[in-house]
């Protein structure tokens, strides 16, 4: 079983930064792709960026510029690093891995509890 664990939300003024990471434990798989997801209040749960094993990344349009996204696979842990920060990009945070279980070859997704990104002057 893959296990999510997300650190470093916050309340952080317009403007400043925020580092978020986000470490997968258990054992017997191997991850693939990470991400960030966030859902504001009313509305739906938007990728905000995502990165492959590989190091390719993708981002959401509204945080280009802003957002970078990394990861380290020897300790399967993937951050977001986010400068620039708009009252817009209040939400809840959620990590996303999909990870390949080594027995059975099956590919699932996996979430973290969400960390509360809080951005008000």
């Known amino acids: 079983q893959v296990q999510l664990v997300e650190s470093g939300g916050g309340l952080v003024q317009p403007g400043g930064s925020l580092r978020l990471s986000c470490a997968a434990s258990?054992?017997?798989?191997?991850?693939?792709?990470m991400g960030w997801y966030r859902q504001a209040p009313g509305k739906q749960r938007e990728l905000v960026a995502a990165?492959?094993?590989?190091?390719?990344?993708n981002y959401a349009d509204s945080v280009k510029g802003r957002f970078t996204i990394s990861r380290d696979n020897t300790k399967n842990t993937v951050y977001l690093q986010m400068n620039s920060l708009k009252p817009e990009d209040t939400a809840v945070y959620s990590c996303n891995a999909q990870a390949q279980i080594v027995t059975t070859m099956m590919v699932g997704d996996y979430w973290g509890q969400g960390t509360q990104v809080t951005v008000s002057s």
């Open positions: 258990g054992s017997g798989f191997s991850i693939l792709a």
């Open positions: 990165i492959t094993r590989g190091g390719s990344t």
